[in-house]
């Protein structure tokens, strides 16, 4: 017998099989022989949301949830976020190493070549209710803007790829501001070249308001975009690489995987933490709130992880990171709320025996909303700061000769066949 096997015995009919094991895993369809008929389909494993399926290799992002350890390309975030700016870890993302100095620079000037969004999509924005959520806003906008590059649909063809990959990462925070300027009914104010990406971004939002474009809001805002820029085969990435498996363009691609990230549950929590906080108003409500999390009445927002089951090492980052802005803008008086919160959550049973603990969304909303950016804005922020990791997975998947259509398998539990009734009968 193989040391690097898995033995299997089919109690059912007694057989047994020898599965391969490959780098600690078996291959699911492997498990197809297992049968008690001949002309049966075969065993699958049953997974529902993927709690303990590898559905690809990647070598873009490593995370040890139980160790609380987050790593780009091998390079501690903590690091990263420290030393590095939003484009440059994008890069190290898209090439899995960081760039040499001519190699930023070559890099820094594509994506501001790629920065001109096409006329049509400022009345396409503006065609919006100012009042509409700009999430909504911005799925639309971006698989709008796939229709202006009608080349982008060539995804066989690397150079145009790569000038895709340098308009989405250079675009989706234009289509940001845009909506921003046009919801508050102000002038758009275009992208300026002279600027940083997050000093640009801000700009684009408050039109050189210094006090919002302070250096230190503007680094805040970098580390953030930073902390955000890939998380592995989160919901969304698994959207980007289901939806590119198909083979559509990148921009495609990328509005369903930011459709992915709206919900409350994947990047819409840091909107829904603000509004949780907002709600419980005062520190002596905390212990009636934190009830209702334990009767499951309602969610503790912006706790837990799928992967994480101790405290997220951006949410430790977020947290220092909050310190520098307040200083500047002053403290977020829902933040006594959200540390309070915090230390009561930790100490309880209830979060205690399921690993709960902050996520990179608990105190995010905070430093956003302190920096004056409205709160239905939050998972913008993500999504600009996740599109560069969302191009490195969608990279490593066209790249990947053993990646086909995503196709998942289903446990059908409905009806045998059976005939059709009139309507009279039924
Ligand atoms: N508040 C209260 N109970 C919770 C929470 C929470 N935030 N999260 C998990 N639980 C409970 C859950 O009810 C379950 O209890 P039981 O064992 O009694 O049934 C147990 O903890 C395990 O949770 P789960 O729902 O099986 O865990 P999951 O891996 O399916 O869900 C999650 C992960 C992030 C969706 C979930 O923790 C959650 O809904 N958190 C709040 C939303 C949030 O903050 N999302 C942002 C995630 S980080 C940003 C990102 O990358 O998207």
């Known amino acids: ?156 063809d690397e150079e145009e790829n790569y000038k895709n990959i340098c308009r989405l990462i250079a675009q989706v925070p234009i289509l940001a501001a845009y909506f921003y300027r046009h919801s508050k009914g ?11 990406y997050s000093e640009n971004f801000l700009n684009m939002l408050f039109d050189g308001d210094e006090k919002k474009m302070n250096p230190a809001l503007v680094d805040a805002m970098d580390t953030l975009l930073i902390l955000h820029a890939d998380h592995e085969q989160n919901c969304s990435a698994s959207v980007m690489r289901n939806t590119g498996s198909s083979e559509p363009d990148p921009f495609s691609s990328v509005a369903s995987a930011t459709a992915a990230l709206y919900g409350p549950l994947h990047g819409g929590a ?38 994480y089951k101790s405290y997220d090492p951006r949410a430790k980052f977020i947290k220092k990171a909050a310190d520098n802005v307040f200083e500047i803008t002053g403290t977020n008086p829902l933040l006594d709320i959200a540390l309070k919160l915090e230390s009561i959550a930790l100490s309880e049973d209830y979060f205690i025996q399921r690993n709960l603990y902050p996520n990179v969304d608990f105190y995010s909303g905070l430093i956003y909303e302190s920096m004056g950016i409205p709160t239905p804005m939050f998972t913008v922020l993500f999504t600009i700061g996740r599109t560069p990791g969302w191009l490195a997975q969608w990279n490593e998947l066209l790249n990947d000769k053993e990646q086909k259509i995503a196709r998942p398998r289903q446990v059908y539990t409905g009806y045998d066949s059976r005939d059709y009734k009139d309507i009279s009968d039924r």
């Not at 924005?125 to 909504?136: A, E, L, N, T």
């Open 270 to 307: 840091n909107e829904a933490v603000l509004e949780m906080l907002s709600d419980i108003d005062s520190v002596d409500n905390i212990p009636s709130f934190l009830d209702k999390v334990q009767k499951k009445e309602v969610k503790l927002m912006g706790f837990g992880h799928r992967v």
């Open 1 to 156: 017998m193989s040391k690097d096997s898995l033995s299997i015995k089919d109690n059912r009919t007694g057989k047994s099989y020898e599965i391969e094991i490959d780098d600690g895993n078996i291959k699911a369809k492997d498990l197809r022989q297992i049968k008690v008929n001949e002309d049966e389909f075969g065993m699958m494993c049953y997974d529902p949301s993927y709690e303990n399926t590898a559905a690809c290799k990647s070598s873009v992002t490593f995370i040890d949830g139980d160790n609380g350890i987050l790593r780009y390309r091998g390079y501690p975030i903590e690091q990263l976020a420290d030393k590095s700016s939003q484009l440059e870890v994008a890069k190290l993302l898209l090439d899995g190493e960081l760039p040499t100095s001519d190699e930023l620079d070559k890099w820094l000037s594509d994506i501001k070549e790629f920065n001109n969004v096409p006329d049509g999509i400022e009345n396409i924005i503006k065609s919006f209710p100012q009042d509409s959520h700009p999430m909504g806003v911005l799925i639309s906008s971006i698989a709008a803007l796939g229709t202006f590059y009608p080349n982008a649909k060539n995804i066989t």
């Open 186 to 196: 102000l002038n758009i104010v275009p992208p300026d070249d002279s600027m940083s």
